[in-house]
């Protein structure tokens, strides 16, 4: 089983750019389909990205499509977000996590591994 450690959040003004890595310890990453959530003061977690095991499915939270994109590097057990064009509403802490699942399963999961998540923070 991985284990899952996001790094790169932090403080940012609208419109400038922040780069999630994810980084998955254990045996058989690439068994794994992947998806970034986030979760902001007093609201649901919410699903922002996802990648299945093969990179074959990329999928987006419309809030985020066009601006973020997610990546996988399985040579290296890392997987990414890169955010670009943030605003003030994409404050939140983002979690990694990580699930056995088919890629029509990468939205809905459910994603059994989870990371500690990571604060990003967007000034206006």
């Not at 003061?41 to 809030?63: C, H, Q, T």
């Not at 990414?80 to 939140?92: H, V």
């Not at 591994?113 to 923070?121: L, M, N, P, R, S």
Request: proline share 3%.
């Amino acid at each position: 089983q991985v284990q899952l450690e996001e790094s790169g959040g932090g403080l940012v003004q609208a419109g400038g750019s922040l780069r999630l890595s994810c980084r998955a310890t254990g045996r058989y990453f690439h068994n794994y389909s992947l998806a970034w959530f986030r979760q902001a003061p007093g609201k649901e977690r919410e699903f922002v990205a996802g990648i299945s095991w093969n990179a074959g499915r990329l999928v987006y939270s419309d809030s985020v499509k066009g601006r973020f994109t997610i990546s996988r590097d399985n040579a290296k057990n890392l997987v990414f977000l890169q955010m670009n064009s943030l605003k003030p509403e994409d404050t939140a802490v983002y979690s990694c996590a990580a699930g056995l699942l088919s890629p029509a399963q990468v939205v809905e999961g459910p994603y059994e591994i989870w990371g500690q998540g990571t604060q990003v923070t967007v000034s206006s």
